[in-house]
């Protein structure tokens, strides 16, 4: 593991990583804090200095098509899920693709970056920021909370990342035993709105109301609308919270 106290981004330090050795798999990049941390669809990731966990893994899924790819966002969301389970009496959900959510409250955020060799994944760099210990959030992240600041405690970094490196081993084995049909039942089990009927808007801000049937294998989410079960990428819609 390579830990820093400050860096741009641990997924960029990761990537470069690559770059110019061969990390051991599981490696991991550690920040106390970035300086121009990225999010998924190109925002950007503000978290405040010391108080939260930040840092990306590195993973060697040669075994999975890169057309499964989800897949791997499916354990590695599962394995965030349950570490934060762990600290938390609350409910934990995943919302698609991989936000972990208490209540409407994400408390982490989850940006894999994969290279493909072939038909096949070549290399994953797998960016965790889990809100831990911060108590106060920007007024332009309403939905931004904290272990904390839902939980009322502290905890020890250094816990909740063993936890973290522990689940994440455990879920990446399940994946590449092949365990593809209980990483896709537990996804959908923890999943946000699962099943329920709720409004969601179209990239041009026209509201629907929807119900999340099943998310298909290239992750796609499927929902049943007024016209039918239609298909989802990231861009394609945004919640209503
Ligand atoms: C998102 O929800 O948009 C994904 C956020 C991912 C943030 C983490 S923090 C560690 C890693 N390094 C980054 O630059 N981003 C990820």
Redesign the pocket.
Known sequence: MRRFPVLP????EAANWLLSGYPAEGAAVLAGH?TA????MG?S?HTAAGLNL???VIFYPHFLPAIRQFELNQAIALAVRETIAAFSEDTVRIKWPN?ILIGKRKIC???IQNSLSGKNLQSSIA???INVNQAEFAADLPHAGSLYLLTGRTIDLEAIMQELFAQLEAWYLRLRQGHTPEIRAQYLQHLFRYRESHPYLYPDGSAFSGTIMDVDPTGRLMVATEKGVELFGIKDLAYLL
């Open positions: 981004s641990t997924n960029v970035q941390g990225r999010g998924q925002n990731w930040t840092l990306s936000d955020g989850i940006l960016g965790i920021g």
